[in-house]
């Protein structure tokens, strides 16, 4: 199964700055999927990242609040941009544990946000 | 929006005992998956079951699904202190399998 490390883990930033979370795959794959859990609540997908074309966002979530990059298939990177304190989560990133379907994911370890 | 409704939301027992986790959810399944998540971290994959399986085993977990009420339960037998942690389900749709989605959760407190 794949090893996911992701970076920052935690970090406290200011209103109207933006971070850049990074997930490094110790193997290649096709999709990284990316994640928001707000305090208390559960996990909300954000984006399905594929390597050399464009982000697959979800409703409500925008590229240009969530940019994110794929420049190869083991690295991704989300961007939380102009950060309100609304944007104060645990952002993960995921990816599948195998190929063919019915297969379980496994995830990074996650990035609390706090904003200030 | 949510697909699956778990409950209870909360669940406190003592260290020996047996926790049951229920999940529902509203739409057509390929299959369901249960993960947990320890203080906050990244989530661990803990067992998935197929739509077309109606129980399943690994450890000290058993799980059970029931396509015609849309339900599934974890069971974890003789808890210890490191079950302490939130349980979420989670269902791949039919058809585009790459995709979850989670339920509430239920935080599980194991106590000595």
């Known amino acids: 199964s794949a090893v996911i490390s992701q970076k920052p883990s935690r970090d406290i930033c200011q209103r109207g700055t933006s971070l850049t979370i990074q997930c490094q795959v110790d193997s290649q794959v096709t999709m990284m999927f990316w994640y928001r859990q707000q305090p208390g609540q559960s996990l909300t997908l954000i984006a399905t990242a594929n390597q050399g074309s464009e982000a697959t966002y979800e409703s409500g979530f925008v590229i240009d609040k969530f940019p994110i990059s794929r420049p190869n298939l083991t690295f991704s990177t989300l961007t939380v941009s102009n950060m309100s304190p609304e944007d104060s989560s645990i952002y993960l990133c995921s990816v599948a544990l195998g190929t063919g379907g019915n297969y379980g994911y496994t995830f990074g370890s996650g990035t609390r946000l706090t904003v200030v | 929006s949510q697909q699956g409704e778990e409950d209870p939301q909360a669940l406190s027992i003592q260290e020996g005992e047996n926790a049951t986790m229920n999940c529902s959810y509203k739409?057509?399944?390929?299959?369901l998956q249960w993960y947990r998540q320890n203080s906050g971290r990244g989530l661990v994959h803990l067992i998935l079951?197929?739509?077309?399986?109606r129980e399943k085993h690994s450890g000290r977990l058993r799980v059970t699904l029931d396509t015609s009420k849309k339900s599934s339960s974890l069971l974890i037998t003789a808890s210890r202190a490191a079950d302490t942690a939130s349980y979420f389900c989670?269902?791949?749709?039919?058809?585009?399998?790459?995709?979850?989605?989670f339920g509430t959760g239920t935080r599980l407190q194991v106590t000595l």
């Open positions: 989670a269902t791949g749709p039919t058809g585009t399998a790459s995709k979850l989605t």
């Open positions: 079951i197929r739509s077309n399986e």
């Open positions: 739409t057509s399944i390929n299959n």
